[in-house]
């Protein structure tokens, strides 16, 4: 079981190996990918920084039916 970095509850892994980066599924945030780079950054982020950037991805790169990629420039 993997740990939403958003809200810190459980989450499944999703889509091992099928970018750069990791998948969650989390039960209040829906299914996301997260890009290797933001991980590699030393900043912490809060809560309202991930949603936000959550939000954005969507609208900038959700499409047929994919789940967002959240990228450091989300943020």
Excluded: N
Excluded at 26 to 38: L, R, T, Y
């Amino acid at each position: 079981m993997a740990t939403c970095p958003i809200c810190k509850g459980p989450a499944e892994q999703i889509d091992e190996d099928k970018f750069d980066g990791m998948g969650f599924d989390c039960q209040a945030h829906g299914k996301f990918w997260v890009a290797d780079s933001v991980f590699g950054e030393l900043k912490q982020r809060t809560r309202e920084q991930w949603e936000k950037a959550l939000t954005i991805a969507a609208a900038r790169r959700a499409k047929d039916g994919q789940p967002p990629l959240i990228m450091t420039y989300d943020f």
